[in-house]
């Protein structure tokens, strides 16, 4: 799975957690591991104009998504003449998404993650406009996102409980890497 990630916005972004994000939530839906996403990061200005252009709204909003192809869940990654399906284009404002993070009372990379998440479901053809589509999608969003977390956490447990370990070993002399260390008696 290709994801490119280009920040344009002038605030600095740790990209690598919104590529990861992306990907999780990508292996959540099953997504054939031949897809392509590109992720823009944009100034207030630039999403204005997206937004008048595309949506006929005025001023920025959090986020916007730009789909390339149709989706085709059913392709498989082996089967003949398939190519790498096109998502699109996910488009992220920080700024935007740092005052909604204060009214929300979350973080700005809390909000970035949902957002980017949200615009994953829209490239996949997930829409809000009516109720149910509404709790269809935000639920879907949200349980996606508490597993992303869920994971990142257990891999922080897990980094550190490794570090932890290469320290202990350390102190008792049994950090070499294999085949460095004396050779065995025999």
Known sequence: ??????????????????VSVARFALDKMNVSQLAEL???????????????RWMDLPGPTDVMSFPMDEYDSARRPDSAGSGPALLGDIVLCPAFARDQAKKAGHSTLDELH???????????????AEP?????????QNRILAEYREARDEAERAKAQRSMDDKVLGAVGLDDEPGTGPAPAN
């Open 38 to 52: 590109s992720i823009v990061l944009v100034d207030l200005d630039v999403m204005a104009d997206l937004h008048e």
């Open 132 to 140: 149910e589509e509404e709790r269809e999608m935000f639920g879907l």
């Open 114 to 128: 949902l957002l980017t998440v949200h615009g994953v479901l829209h490239l996949l053809g997930y829409d809000h």
């Open 1 to 18: 799975m290709t994801i490119e990630i280009a920040n344009e916005s002038g605030v600095a972004v740790p990209e690598e957690t919104i």
